[in-house]
């Protein structure tokens, strides 16, 4: 089967889908003939829709989304770029919520936003494991402390530069460093082997913060819930995570109950030219 279908009827032979192809999938033999998929390259397209973007018509479908029509949209419909850097100035680790849920299905439309998000090929390889009321999460936290606790017995050098002790005498003394009682996390994960499966899942869980910030909710990276998933299988078990699959993104969500009423400062990144290339450096925090 073809992986792209053109409308005759509705294609205007502009080969504007032609020209847009990273993969060269399209092709036209004469001027103002309808394009066609090139014989050779039917196993080239990588599904990411560019040909149905820039096509006027809405002549183009991709067989793989049986038969979905893309969804216009109007310049006004953008935020303005001085909206965009407020969203992405004003974002904060958000670690204390309110006792209010989100529900998976409000986690839900967070996840296929972030599915927006750059992939390398396309490949889209990320999954997500979301926990949906602060019960689950502590019982994420019951596991990830057990396998702390083991690291620190094991005297793992992991345990002392990364603290593990003292994180698991928080745990017993009811303080949750680990989920910070959020009513909610979502983990991120991908197969092993890919194009770029860390890459994309560190950038759809970003998208995914960016998209839960303008909607109100507040996130935290949950590093904890990362860590113990490279190493602990017991970890990845309780949250569903396959085999020769591995978690590179999680998040607490909720609702925050800390109000920010200013943008904390950044070093600014200074240019400095170097054989006419502008290298781009902020002063590091050192800790
Ligand atoms: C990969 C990664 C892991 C993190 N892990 C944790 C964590 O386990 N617990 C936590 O409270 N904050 C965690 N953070 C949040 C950082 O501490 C936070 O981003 C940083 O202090 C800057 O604050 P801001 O996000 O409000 O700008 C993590 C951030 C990143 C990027």
């Given at each position: ?126 999954s ?61 994960w991908a197969p092993k082997q890919?194009?770029?499966p ?31 998933a490279a190493?602990s299988q017991k970890v990845l078990d309780f949250l569903a995570i396959p085999a020769e699959h591995m978690a ?40």
């Amino acid at each position: 089967m073809l992986p792209v279908i053109i409308d005759a009827k509705l294609c205007k032979a502009d080969e504007l889908c032609v020209n847009e192809c990273p993969l060269s999938v399209l092709t036209v033999e004469e001027k103002g003939q309808i394009p066609t998929v090139h014989p050779k390259k039917t196993n080239y397209c990588i599904n990411c829709g560019h040909c149905m973007a820039v096509c006027p018509t809405g002549a183009i479908t991709l067989t793989a989304f049986e038969g979905q029509k893309a969804v216009p949209f109007s310049k006004e419909e953008l935020p303005d770029a001085a909206s965009v850097e407020t969203l992405i100035k004003t974002r904060r680790s958000v670690r204390k919520f309110k006792k209010k849920n989100i529900s998976s299905v409000e986690i839900g439309e967070l996840i296929h936003t972030a599915a927006y998000s750059p992939s390398g090929h396309n490949a889209q390889p990320v999954s997500w494991t979301v926990l949906d009321t602060a019960e689950k999460v502590h019982e994420l936290g019951e596991v990830i402390v057990e396998w702390m606790e083991n690291m620190v017995k094991q005297k793992n050098p992991l345990a002392e530069k990364l603290f593990l002790a003292g994180i698991v005498n928080a745990w017993k003394k009811g303080n949750d460093v680990i989920c910070r009682q959020a009513p909610a996390v979502a983990v991120a994960w991908a197969p092993k082997q890919g194009i770029t499966p860390q890459a994309d899942t560190v950038i759809a869980t970003n998208t995914l913060e960016l998209a839960a910030h303008a909607q109100g909710y507040g996130t935290c990276w949950a590093g904890y819930v990362v860590l113990a998933a490279a190493y602990s299988q017991k970890v990845l078990d309780f949250l569903a995570i396959p085999a020769e699959h591995m978690a590179h993104g999680a998040l607490f969500l909720g609702y925050p109950a800390v109000k920010y009423r200013t943008i904390p400062p950044r070093h600014k990144a200074v240019a400095e030219e170097k054989d006419g290339k502008f290298v781009f450096r902020a002063k590091p925090n050192t800790h």
